[in-house]
Structures are given as structure tokens and as C-alpha cells.
């Protein structure tokens, strides 16, 4: 008997120092611990569709691809032009994107707060097109995704804002040293001289 008594006393000690949570409590605490609600651009959904697994302030390199028959309306190709140049690169036309994956977190105020991360990718498209003198124009600017399911968006790999903030002048300097439109002058050989300075 004096075993069973010893016993109760110890259980019940037990129960008062470590008493059964109180599941509203529990419940509260979940809802105040809820997980971020994430906001994800057209850019950013691209993005890491094309290479899944890119952290947030890390610079990245793309080619943005116009299959065959796609070719934009800004070209000025002939259709000779096109031909030859659709057999050996295999492409209507094609750019580089280049940009840094950013989030933005805000969170509400109140009893349960909600935090909400913003996801882009904020990159700039750069390619190069023949004018109205045959002459190449390279051109930049922000890249959009617009849904546009014919392009395709090819991941290159990781570069950084200096490699970045070289292909302005790069470029310049490619349009400058080849300023003909030609067989062995066209967007493909300037995507391939872009990708050298961001890889």
C-alpha cells in the first residue's frame, strides 16, 4: 500500500509541474507562426521555371530563344537572309537576359500578422537586329514576361552586377567592330560575345 501511495503522489507531481497544453493555446501560436504568403513576378516564374532553386540576390545570366517561324517584326531580314540563317543557327532570333533575383518582405501589424515576400527578377534583355541601311543596331531593354509561349528562356549560369555592368560598353563595342549585318554578324554571334562577359 505504501508503494501504491508513493506512486500517486509522483504521478501527480508530474501532472501539476508539466500540465496537458492548452490546445487554444497551441492553436494561436500556429496562427501567429503562419508561413510567409509569397507574391512571385512573371519574371521570377520564368525564372525558376528555367532553373529551379535561384536565391534571392544572386545574379544570373538567361538566353531568351524565338524559335523557327517566330521571327519578331523589328527584324528586317530578307527571307534569303532568314533561310540562311535559320539552317545554321537553328533559331529565328535570340537575346541574352541578365538580371538579380530579389524578394521583398512586409509584414502586417495585429493580433496575427502576415508576412507577405515579394519575388522578382529584375533583368534586361539585350539582342541585336538589322536596320533599314543593313547596318546591326544592338538593343536593351527591361525584361518583361509577357506569357509569350514561343520564346523560350534557356538558363546560362551565374555571373554578378560587375560582369553585368560591362555589357553595356561590350556591346557597344561589338556593334562598333562589326557594324554590317552578315552571314557571320547577326544575333547569335552577338548573344555568344554578351555571354562571354557575364559567364
Known sequence: MRFTSLLSAFLATLVVSNPIPNPEAASLRLLTRAD????????????????PGLKKDTYHYFTLEWPLGTVPAANKETRAELEKIRAKLGYDHIGVVVGQITEKSTTTKGKNPVTTIERNFNAVLWDLIKDDKAKVKERFKNWLNKGEDAQKLVYGGVTSATK?????????????????????VNCGTFKDAIVAIVK
Open 36 to 51: 510567409p504568403v509569397y507574391k512571385d513576378s512573371p519574371e521570377y516564374t520564368v525564372a525558376i521555371k528555367a532553373k
Open 164 to 184: 553585368i555592368g560591362k555589357v553595356k560598353k561590350g556591346a557597344k563595342d561589338y556593334t562598333d567592330a562589326n557594324p554590317d549585318y552578315k552571314d557571320t
